[in-house]
Structures are given as C-alpha cells and as structure tokens.
C-alpha cells in the first residue's frame, strides 16, 4: 500500500486579506506557519515518514513543505517543484479583494469566475507587469505555455500531465509522498484519483495546513482522512 499527502499551504497573508492570490508569491501568515509545523507533527503521529517531496513554485506552498517536514525530521528528503502544481491564474482579478469584487460586478458573476468549472476569469494583457512572462521563475519557460487566466479546468489541464508523468510513477514505485500546493492545484489532483465530477468537485474544499493522508492501492485509493479533524472538510467518495 502506497501513502500519499495532499498538503495545501498554510494560511497566507492574502487569504488574511480576502485577495484574490493565484500565481502572486504572497508569503504565509504567523498562523499559515503554525499550521505548516502542526501539519509536520500531525503526519509524524500518524507514522507518515516521505521519503519523496512535490511542490509548487510558489513560497507559501514551498514554506510550508520545509516547516511541515522540518517537524517531521524529513528536511532531507528529495524535492521537486514545478510550476505546473502552481495555484489556479485569477487573470485580472489578482490582488483584489473579493468583496469589493463583488460588489463592483455582482455576487452572481464572481461565483461563476470562482465556483464554475470551465469559466475563467477576465483575462490579464500580454502586457500587463502580472502577467507570468515578466516573472524570472518562468523564464525558462515558453511564454505561450504561460496562462493570463484560468478555469478550475485549464488548471487541470496543466496539472494532470504533470502528475500521470512524474508522480503517479514515484506513486506505482512504492514508498510515501507528500505534494505540498494549492487550493486548485490539489482539487484537480483529487478530482484525477477520486474520479469526481465536474459538479462534484466544485463542493470540495481543501483546508490550509491540514493533511489529507490517502491509502492507495495501485494509485487507486482505497482509504482517505484529513489527520486534522477538528478542521477537515467532506471528501469525495471511494469507489
């Protein structure tokens, strides 16, 4: 049986501010870091031990990968990052606040760029200094790969080669990973191994700092829990 972590970062500075983040490298909250070290403490008393690490490129997720297997006396572990397990675009809705998006265009329209599966947000220019091209983090990379915008189902696109050619072989392989990432990034790799809908995974929600321990038999998962359970949220069903 083969163990894996779902690890989304702890809280962020930005989620404190009810800001739109997407690719934006806000940093973690006091709190976002107390709830990387409990995430640490969590996985060592369920006798998660990682012998492989993923994350995004982003620090909040990164952050919270070093503090959760710091306490777990995993800090030496192998880590991979790709920008591929980043957080979903928000296009031109980063950095604002989501009430006062809200009332500028509608309760009903922000619902549809956050909660509905296919539809993005209004896009960023090409020219716009947010854009992922300006970033050096990216500058290895083709701008045209680069998203000015996405739906929870661009976000999977992006995801899910990604995860089919390098996870899911480290995951075939045996041993314990933990993928320390994103909201959305999470959700669509949960979406890939529960075979949820594009209905149904529009309910679930990750909870920051809280690891979700899946048992998988032959990457198929056979067993699923949030190791905090004063703070875990509905998971989809097995089978």
Known sequence: M???????????LWNLENRFTGWVDVDLTEQGEDQARRAGALMAEAGFAPDRAYASYLKRAIKTLWLSLDALDRAWIPVTKSWRLNERHYGALTGLNKAETIDKHGEDQVRVWRRSFDTPPPLLDANDDRHPRFDPRYADLDPNTMPAGESLKLTLDRVRPYFE?????????????????????????VMMLFNVSADEIMKVEIPTGNPLLIDLENT?????????????????AIG
């Open 2 to 12: 083969t163990r894996l972590v779902l690890l989304r970062h702890g809280q962020s």
């Open 165 to 189: 050619a390098e996870i899911a072989p480290a995951l075939e392989d045996g041993g314990e990973i933990i993928i320390a990432a994103h909201g959305n990034s999470l959700r669509a790799i």
């Open 220 to 236: 198929q998962p056979r067993q699923a829990r949030y190791l905090d359970t004063a703070r875990a949220t509905e998971l989809p």
